[in-house]
């Protein structure tokens, strides 16, 4: 090859990067104007300081779901909801959704002012979701999934573009209400501090109680253990031993059972009555005692030079949980679960149904012991 033909080559080489780097710098500027920003995450295409975040809002346009447009305000240091100011906002969802909305990221720019906003289900978007913090308010609307590029169509309201975005919205925000709402927990039961569980379910009924006979210190950690025996009534009345065993694996399953989602803080007796639970398939009583301080005895003591210890006394306070177990939830919610309410509360929440059937099919002679 000739010099010449050498020279035009580098030439032109030079020539394709200073147009590859014309078009990449013409892209960058295009984008700065237009106030995106691309970085690891993709195009940022909405931002606020989730510090200063006062309010969102979100409406799912989907099977499943409500349709109905939810909308949260803080006040003080808590979240509220706007058409309900007693609904028990969990707070620390209400939060998650504030980082979420904070930084919105698009994968791509797909199209420019499109003219038919139908070709990607944005016309009638599948989710419509807005922040504000009180100066600005941005408005996100995500339309059809596209499974070939695992992407949605997304834009904001103000913007006429369209961009290709991940599930984060839709992951954040495919919900309804009680989806927001913080669920009543079960009480914390030590199992040898139960002293009287009684299971009526429809069929049978069970009625245990355990003696306490002493207590135990374990060496190591000098948790103390309360001892005793179980016993359960028998078809006659009569109270029998209780098998062991199968008897402290049940109460395990009851101390552990935990309540799936929340589905009505503040029922009506009417609803009460659709729920099922004005006449129950099964109620659980536990009664147990928990260990309180005597706040009249805490004192410091000083055990070692600089070092002091706070020293207390403890009283045995006792304490009943009422669980009333209604009909399926399957007409209300799109899981085979159960309506559930405890302890003479207006809230309703659903229970898994695998434990409910257990609790259906407990049968007091199954527990009494073999060697009656």
Do not use: C
């Not at 309360?226 to 199968?246: C, H, L, P, Q, R």
């Not at 729920?275 to 005597?294: F, H, N, Q, R």
């Not at 177990?325 to 899981?335: L, R």
Request: proline letters at 2%.
């Amino acid at each position: 090859m000739s010099k010449k033909a050498k020279t035009m080559g580098i030439l032109g080489g030079l020539l394709l990067i200073l147009v590859i780097a014309y078009a990449s710098l013409f892209i960058y500027n295009a984008r700065q104007q237009s106030g995106e920003e691309e970085s690891e995450e993709g195009i940022l295409i909405g931002e606020l300081d989730a510090a200063d975040i006062t309010g969102f809002a979100f409406q799912v346009n989907a099977e499943d779901f409500e349709n109905d447009v939810y909308t949260f305000h803080k006040s003080g240091d808590s979240w509220m909801y706007k058409d309900d100011s007693k609904f028990p906002v969990n707070q620390n969802v209400a939060e998650a959704k504030v980082t979420v909305l904070s930084a919105v990221y698009a994968k791509r720019l797909l199209e420019e002012n499109p003219s038919d906003l139908s070709k990607y289900g944005l016309d009638e978007p599948v989710l419509t979701v807005s922040a504000t913090d009180g100066r600005q308010t941005i408005t996100y609307l995500v339309g059809d999934y596209n499974a070939n590029t695992e992407t949605y169509y997304i834009k904001i309201k103000d913007d006429p573009n369209v961009y290709t975005a991940d599930g984060s919205l839709w992951v954040a925000f495919s919900m309804n209400l009680y989806d927001m709402a913080k669920v009543e927990e079960v009480p914390e039961i030590q199992l040898d501090h139960i002293t009287h569980v009684n299971i009526q379910n429809g069929t049978d009924e069970l009625d245990f109680t355990f003696n306490r006979e002493g207590t135990e210190e374990e060496a190591s950690t000098g948790k103390v253990t309360i001892t005793g025996t179980w016993y359960i009534k028998d078809e006659n009345g009569a109270i029998v031993s209780a098998n062991s065993s199968k008897t402290q694996l049940l109460m395990n399953l009851l101390i552990e059972l935990e309540y799936l989602s929340e589905i009505n803080y503040n029922s009506s007796e009417s609803e009460l009555e659709s729920y099922g639970l004005l006449s129950p398939s099964a109620t659980v009583t536990i009664d147990y005692t928990v260990d309180e301080v005597d706040l009249k005895t805490v004192e410091q003591v000083e055990v070692d030079e600089n070092v002091n210890e706070i020293a207390y006394e403890t009283n045995s306070v006792e304490k009943q949980y009422v669980l009333k177990i209604g009909g399926s939830s399957s007409s209300y919610t799109y899981n085979d679960d159960y309506f559930a309410t405890a302890g003479g509360s207006s809230a309703v929440m659903t229970v898994d149904a695998s434990t409910v059937e257990m609790l259906k099919g407990l049968r007091a002679e199954d527990y009494i012991s073999a060697t009656q």
